[in-house]
């Protein structure tokens, strides 16, 4: 863009799209699509909901056995669930 004066009836800014000169769209992001859902039926007659994954971990709950829960991700042999409105962890060999 030259600097100087404007011309009655000069678009600085259509004339710059005309040369060439207009910015290129932004690349789309890539469409990350969801992914289903995965739950856990609890073997065990009952098992605790631990606050780490680590066996040390405090208890913040206990499943019953058949309680299906939603598993939103995993730490080694350790499921992450939501339990009651917080995370939790259960050890994965006691559920199918």
């Known amino acids: 863009m030259q600097v100087g004066y404007l011309v009655a009836g000069e678009d600085p ?29 609890v073997t065990a007659s009952s098992l605790y909901v631990r606050s780490s994954y680590k066996k040390e971990a405090r208890a913040i709950g206990s ?4 309680t299906k829960v939603e598993v939103v991700g995993q730490v080694g042999n350790w499921l992450k669930i939501n339990y009651k409105g ?3 962890y259960i050890y994965k060999a006691y559920t199918k």
């Open 63 to 66: 499943l019953k056995k058949g």
């Open 86 to 88: 917080k995370t939790g």
């Open 13 to 41: 800014v259509k004339d710059e799209v005309k040369e060439g000169k207009e910015e290129k769209p932004v690349e789309n992001k890539p469409v990350i699509k969801p992914q289903p859902k995965k739950y856990v039926t």
